[in-house]
Antibody
Framework: EVHLVDSGGGLVQPGGSLRVSCAAS????????MNWVRQAPGKGLEWVSF????????YYADSVKGRFTTSRDNAKNSLYLQMNSLRAEDTAVYYCTRDPGDGSLDYWGQGILVTVSS | DVVMTQTPLSLSVTPGQPASLSCKSS???????????LYWYLQKPGQSPQLLIY???NRFSGVPDRFSGSGSGTDFTLKISRVEAEDVGVYYC?????????FGGGTRVEIK
């Protein structure tokens, strides 16, 4: 069974940094592209980032480009999102999602809340 | 960016009755390989979004056959043939024909 477990969220001050992680199990992690999607409280879904299977190709939403860094460790079946220079508008639940390469985001983690506030 | 517009914003449905949700994209989602990159998700209260439909009309594994998707180009529809209590939540459409991936604003379905 596919499992994606998001972790590492919490409260951080504006301008601060935080890293969220996603632990994958139940499938061959290195065979799948991965994405991060976020959802501000009471709002809709916003795509954040894509990373290819090897990690060689990474894309970001304009809203986070230059501040967020996505990476993966296929040996550890893990996905990461390093968030720097955090702003209040980055407050959201962050979900890791699996991408089987057909364009869909077929499985989602349970999400982890990141709150940026002083 | 491809703008996804969903209507209505909310829908109140009597159990057993049908429901129809609309999603329109600002440009065609048809790829040169013939596939159309349009997906539907349901986010139940307090849960992560779950994939219902991929490539316009294909039900994802385990999705009941009361859910069906249709459409082409820029106009798409999700239909629930007989709404059940467990179908409440917010439905989102999504496109992946180009980055950034974009979602519609969602349609909230509630039970009367």
């Amino acid at each position: 069974e596919v499992h994606l477990v998001d972790s590492g969220g919490g409260l951080v001050q504006p301008g601060g940094s935080l890293r969220v992680s996603c632990a994958a199990s139940g499938f061959t992690f290195s065979n799948y592209e991965m994405n991060w999607v976020r959802q501000a409280p009471g709002k809709g879904l916003e795509w954040v980032s894509f990373i290819s299977r090897s990690g060689n190709n990474i894309y970001y939403a304009d809203s986070v480009k230059g501040r967020f860094t996505t990476s993966r460790d296929n040996a550890k079946n893990s996905l990461y999102l390093q968030m720097n220079s955090l702003r209040a508008e980055d407050t959201a639940v962050y979900y890791c999602t699996r991408d089987p390469g057909d364009g869909s985001l077929d499985y989602w983690g349970q999400g982890i809340l990141v709150t940026v506030s002083s | 960016d491809v703008v996804m517009t969903q209507t209505p914003l909310s829908l109140s449905v009597t159990p057993g009755q049908p429901a129809s949700l609309s999603c329109k994209s600002s440009q065609s989602l048809l790829q040169t390989n013939g596939k159309t990159r349009l997906y539907w998700y349901l986010q139940k209260p307090g849960q992560s979004p779950q994939l219902l439909i991929y490539d316009v009309s294909n039900r994802f594994s385990g999705v009941p056959d009361r859910f069906s998707g249709s459409g082409s180009g820029t106009d798409f529809t999700l239909k629930i043939s007989r709404v059940e209590a467990e179908d409440v939540g917010v439905y989102y459409c999504m496109q992946t024909i180009q980055l950034p991936v974009t979602f519609g604003g969602g349609t909230r379905v509630e039970i009367k």
